[in-house]
């Protein structure tokens, strides 16, 4: 029934009963790993078995497909009175099977991106185990499986081959600091991805413009031409992760939440019933990022337009009507606010909001502290958020064999011809979203004062 595209609000067929056998296939350890998605997405015709029950994977893939939108727009009550059905592992084989029988030219990072939560018994095959489905290198071969290596080498030759072969540094976007150093993801670690539209997203921005990246290593350190735009004064709670619901809905309204994002009272934004605020006011754009789905259902974003804002408006009001009753069938989205919806949690998931000492708001890492700088690297479609590590090399401490320590961890061995004495080493954070920058602008005004940003 959920493959005919069938309305499961009140249909007393999708009793909890039923959604909880649904779930138990769904949970199956079979789903969640890394090597189910080439063996899929190649396969000319694929079949799901279990025991001796057979089923097409078209099923599976129509019904979640037709969940998701369900459940985000006309029938969302149901999804918030069962556990919503996990569809996600699914909808993203088959986009890839989409793309692939479309001989569509693919690179590997938004497929490292898309599976990276899947599970491998050996760390190396969260990259091996995709390079089959990787169709276009850049300007150098493909990346060659090796055994012989450990995981943390094979993760720094693969950062470092796919900034060479695209001559940029995107592959670090969304970054998880690994134990071989903060620039070096780590995909090992299920936390990686809060919320893996979140590429989709990124997509829609240019911060560096055509800028080149300009990327060395030094031992273990990473060298980048970057550009220092400012510094973190103020940050906000954590925001709420996870799907809408009213546990989420009274995060959003806690008023050292919401403050980050509406428009001051005085624009007269609370005290106007039917949600109508200041025409100019931008607040809301950094809620979503300045990025909105583009149609229900599906993870292709576009920048946000100023027509935008009625959703915002809209969004706000429902927001508030669930935050303030328990009563959960008065909340409800259509389409389009399920869209808006959708982006914000893609957004949001595991961030926080910040403000710089210039007063330019963004959104950023959840661990980030007072004080973390904001970048762009030559070549990166966004800024990142770094942490200044040091501002010399004896306040690093050599532990012997050139071997450097700062808090008990353990960082690079430098070749002291390539240091430059003082140097500030950097911790990196991860991406953001900096209200202002993430078209080129610093490109176009604050080139001239770019300068190497050491990232170990």
């Not at 009140?10 to 079979?30: A, D, S, Y």
């Not at 037709?66 to 699914?90: G, K, L, Q, V, W």
């Not at 989205?333 to 708001?361: I, K």
Request: aromatic share 10%; net charge neutral; glycine share 6%.
């Amino acid at each position: 029934m959920l493959a005919e595209g069938r309305h499961f609000g009140g249909n007393p067929f999708f009793t909890p009963e039923i959604i909880k056998t649904l779930n138990e296939i769904l949970q199956h350890p079979w789903w969640t790993r890394i090597w189910v998605v080439q063996e899929t997405v190649v396969a000319t015709r694929a079949t799901v078995l279990l025991g001796s029950v057979a089923a097409s994977w078209t099923i599976f893939a129509q019904a979640a497909k037709n969940y998701e939108r369900h459940s985000s727009s006309c029938c969302p009550a149901f999804n918030m009175r069962h556990t919503p059905i996990h569809t996600r592992d699914i909808l993203d084989i088959k986009r890839s099977r989409a793309v692939w029988k479309c001989q569509s030219l693919t690179t590997l990072l938004p497929l490292v991106w898309q599976f990276r939560v899947r599970q491998s018994t050996d760390p190396r095959d969260k990259i091996y185990a995709l390079l089959g489905l990787a169709t276009r290198w850049g300007s150098c071969p493909a990346f060659e499986p090796d055994y012989s290596k450990q995981w943390t080498e094979v993760y720094k030759k693969f950062i470092l081959h796919m900034i060479a072969a695209f001559r940029s540094v995107d592959i670090l976007l969304a970054v998880s600091p690994s134990c071989a150093g903060s620039w070096i993801p780590d995909w090992t670690r299920d936390t990686a991805a809060k919320h893996p539209d979140r590429l989709h997203q990124l997509e829609n921005y240019n911060a560096s413009k055509t800028a080149a990246a300009q990327v060395e290593l030094h031992g273990d350190v990473l060298t980048t031409a970057a550009i220092r735009l400012s510094e973190i004064v103020e940050i906000s709670p954590e925001l709420p992760l996870g799907d809408t619901n009213r546990a989420t809905a009274v995060q959003w309204y806690d008023p050292d939440v919401r403050k980050w994002f509406l428009p001051s009272k005085k624009q007269g934004y609370e005290n106007d019933g039917a949600g109508n605020s200041a025409s100019q006011d931008s607040s809301w754009r950094l809620l979503c990022a300045d990025s909105i789905t583009k149609k229900s259902g599906s993870k292709v974003a576009r920048r946000a337009e100023v027509e935008d804002q009625e959703l915002f408006d809209s969004w706000w009001l429902s927001i508030k009507a669930l935050a303030r009753t328990a009563n959960a069938s008065l909340y409800g989205f259509n389409d389009d606010l399920g869209r808006f919806d959708h982006a914000v949690r893609t957004a949001t998931g595991g961030r926080r909001f910040f403000r710089t000492w210039d007063g330019l708001y963004g959104l950023g890492p959840s661990d980030m502290e007072l004080g973390d700088e904001v970048w762009i690297p030559l070549s990166s479609r966004t800024p990142f958020v770094a942490r200044k590590m040091a501002s010399n090399t004896d306040s690093l401490g050599d532990c012997g064999n050139g071997c450097l320590r700062l808090r008990g961890h353990k960082f690079v061995k430098i070749d002291d011809s390539h240091l430059i004495s003082p140097v500030t080493i950097h911790f990196l954070l991860g991406d953001c979203f900096y209200q202002g920058f993430m078209d080129g602008e610093a490109i176009d005004t604050l080139f001239s004062y770019r300068q190497i940003l050491y990232l170990a």
